[in-house]
């Protein structure tokens, strides 16, 4: 009993002496309203689409984030080692409602595109435009799909 009361006795001298203060509470900020601003885009990290969030404060969201996926990864990204197959200044010229998902026409023959390319750019597509399951890609009178993308929404 002895020994239980002297080692309790330490712990309260020893948690009473480690130097926290007391004090008021400490109001902060409130909390952010609304959707972040900022969009999703799926880069390649080791050769698989991964996602990732690019922040855009104080700018204005492109009218399609597929147009930010073909400027490639920025600064921040490329030193996290994200890359992207999709061809520099591709943009998107419409996306239309099809009855498995949407059609997106973009700016080049996606014939011509890679495999990997047409993985970021579906999924960038599918979260973009509300988890559509399907997406069929248009571009310089070629077709691709309707496409998955490979990785889960």
Do not use: H, W
């Not at 002297?6 to 009473?16: E, G, I, P």
């Not at 399907?134 to 310089?140: I, K």
């Amino acid at each position: 009993m002895k020994k239980t009361l002297l080692v309790l006795l330490l712990t309260v001298a020893v948690v009473a002496g480690c130097g926290v203060r007391p004090s008021a509470v400490i109001p902060g900020a409130p909390a952010p309203v609304g959707p972040a601003n900022g969009a999703v885009l799926y880069f390649l990290s080791g050769g698989q689409p991964v996602r990732v969030l690019r922040p855009l404060a104080g700018e204005l969201a492109p009218s399609n984030p597929i147009d930010l996926l073909a400027a490639g990864p920025d600064e921040s990204e490329q030193g996290r080692r994200y890359t992207s197959e999709v061809p520099f200044g591709t943009t998107v010229l419409d996306q239309t409602a099809a009855p498995n998902g949407v059609t997106v026409t973009l700016s080049i023959a996606v014939a011509r595109l890679s495999a990997r390319a047409v993985d970021q750019i579906v999924c960038t597509a599918r979260d973009s435009l509300g988890g559509s399951p399907q997406v069929t890609l248009r571009g310089e009178g070629t077709v691709r799909g309707p496409l998955s993308c490979p990785l889960p929404g």
